[in-house]
C-alpha cells in the first residue's frame, strides 16, 4: 500500500524508484 500511493504521488520519480510491474501499470493507467 504505502509503495502504490508513494508511486502515484511521485508520479515517474516513483515508478522509477520502484520497479515493480504493478506499480508501472497503475503509473501509466492514472
Known amino acids: 500500500m ?3 500511493i508513494g508511486a502515484v504521488g ?3 520519480t516513483g ?3 520502484e520497479p ?3 506499480l ?3 503509473d501509466p493507467s492514472l
Do not use: L, M, Q, S
Request: charged share 15%; glycine share 20%.
Open 10 to 12: 511521485t508520479g515517474g
Open 20 to 22: 515493480n510491474p504493478v
Open 2 to 4: 504505502t509503495a502504490g
Open 24 to 26: 508501472v501499470v497503475v
Open 15 to 17: 515508478r522509477d524508484t
